[in-house]
């Protein structure tokens, strides 16, 4: 089956900072990749994604590289900000099997941003 | 304007009642879901529902029914419920179901079974 495997942390940087939330993925078919984000208290929105190899997905200064020979999408962001603090959660969506078995998640990565 | 709103945003019921969630979106999608986040945030899919056909997570026990009105609604009824579904409810929809699209979601449900 499909997995999502992420670090969870909490991962706690200085605002700034660089920062890097790894993912991997195990599909059985060719996955769509995204990073969806969730604020306290919130739903979840979208991030970034990408639909095939060596696509970049970029929003809000966040990119991520679908990496199909390392099976990886990793987040990144050059500086972060106190804003940037919440749940990040890595996703993916197969394509072979018509999307109908939803997104399948990675358990979510808390980040905090301190001042 | 809200695209997917969920109702009630707070549910604290007893054990072995039964209650219903609402959803709605207003983004002229075909396709919507439901989620389940546990206290660990732990996302997992429910179903998967578009006009045609609906899409059943093996896990998902049957005192969970998803029911459409129509294409813009799925409610999401709990019969029975158990201490174990206390949890937050997401529902998502999406223009289609190829899995590319983005899922947009509500804004959860937490449901506190007491």
């Known amino acids: 089956g499909n997995s999502v495997t992420q670090m969870e942390g909490p991962v706690t940087l200085s605002e700034e900072a660089f920062l890097t939330i790894n993912c991997t993925y195990t599909?059985?078919?060719?996955?769509?990749l995204f990073w969806y984000v969730q604020y306290p208290g919130e739903g979840l929105q979208l991030l970034l994604k990408a639909t095939k190899a060596d696509d970049k997905g970029s929003n809000k200064g966040f990119e991520a590289t679908y990496r199909k020979e390392t099976t990886s999408f990793h987040l990144e962001k050059g500086s972060v900000q106190v804003s940037d603090s919440a749940v990040y959660f890595c996703a993916l969506s197969e394509r072979s099997g018509g999307g109908a078995d939803g997104l399948t998640f990675g358990k979510g990565t808390h980040l905090i941003i301190q001042p | 304007d809200t695209a997917v709103s969920q109702t009630p945003k707070y549910l604290v019921t007893q054990m072995g009642n039964d209650k219903s969630i609402k959803c709605e979106q207003n983004?002229?999608?075909?396709?919507m879901y439901w989620y389940k986040q546990d206290s660990k945030k732990f996302l997992k899919i429910m179903f998967s529902y578009n006009n045609k056909e609906l899409i059943i997570n093996e896990t998902v026990p049957n005192r969970f029914s998803p029911k459409s009105p129509d294409k813009a609604h799925l409610n999401l009824h709990i019969n029975s419920l158990e201490l174990g579904d206390s949890a937050v409810y997401f529902c998502a929809s999406s223009q289609a179901m190829t899995g590319t699209e983005t899922q947009y979601f509500g804004p959860g449900t937490r449901l506190l079974v007491l």
């Open positions: 983004l002229g999608h075909d396709t």
């Open positions: 599909a059985t078919g060719y996955p769509s």
